[in-house]
């Protein structure tokens, strides 16, 4: 759903397929993987996103359910160079993955480098769909004034992307209602929205679909999942009349 519907009903299987499970932090053992990708499959996520040498693992537990193995490419800053990056897609997708969520290369953007941002883009993007995967791209919005947000969806959309992203967890802020609302209007209806970073209680999860966001990242999936059947069951689950801003700090 990309529109904003207010007070509409939802139901928590539609909020689990909106959840990008996220095991990304730095310090996490083959366990805590492992543990999250199969809280990711009790609950029915949308997808599993892990780091690239966790993609194996990942694959194989959830392996015959409906969860999808997503992973993270230049992940965090986009800085790698393009043949690395395209490596680096078509390793996963080997192994297992149909998401990647490509980082922009921020300072080439920031630089306005912009051909050379699309042209990366753009080979990341017809490599994948090539092969059946879909790409969603980090844009990193703390970095980025509110012209640049839109700039940067203008560069996605036009090289093929299938969602863009508010951010990677790295910077000092994450998704934003004011960041999702620039994103959701200036993309098309092909171009979905993922909210990242900020999403950490049902409230929030709601504020973001009530504006477009058809996907976010969560580590908090449980006690997200746990409070939405609750609702569920109150008959008291539904988007909001109004929407007040994410908490976006990490």
Do not use: W
Not at 24 to 40: F, I, N, S, W, Y
Not at 209 to 234: L, N, Q
Request: overall charge negative; hydrophobic content about 35%; some cysteine.
């Amino acid at each position: 759903m990309d529109k904003n519907i207010e007070g509409t009903k939802i139901t928590a299987k539609e909020i689990a397929k909106m959840i990008d499970h996220s095991l990304l932090k730095p310090e996490m053992t083959r366990q805590d993987v492992e543990e999250g990708c199969r809280l990711a499959k009790e609950y029915g996520c949308a997808s599993v996103c892990v780091k690239p040498c966790d993609v194996v693992t990942a694959a194989e537990i959830l392996k015959g359910s409906d969860v999808l193995v997503s992973t993270v490419i230049g992940f965090p800053h986009g800085h790698h160079l393009t043949e690395i990056k395209l490596m680096e897609a078509d390793k996963a997708i080997d192994q297992g993955c149909v998401e990647l969520d490509f980082v922009l290369n921020i300072g080439r953007f920031k630089s306005g480098e912009y051909d050379f941002v699309e042209e990366e883009l753009r080979k990341v993007c017809e490599a994948s769909h090539k092969r059946g995967a879909i790409v969603k791209v980090i844009l990193e919005n703390a970095y980025l004034t509110d012209e640049e947000k839109r700039e940067a969806c203008r560069i996605s959309e036009r090289a093929g992307a299938d969602f863009v992203k508010t951010s990677t967890g790295y910077a000092k802020t994450g998704a934003t209602i004011h960041d999702l609302k620039i994103m959701r209007e200036t993309c098309s209806a092909k171009v979905r929205v993922k909210a990242a970073g900020g999403v950490r209680t049902l409230d929030s999860a709601l504020a973001a679909r009530a504006v477009g966001c058809a996907r976010f990242g969560a580590t908090a999936t449980k006690p997200i999942m746990e409070e939405a059947f609750k609702r569920e069951k109150e008959g008291t689950l539904r988007l909001p009349d109004s929407v007040e801003e994410l908490t976006s700090g990490y």
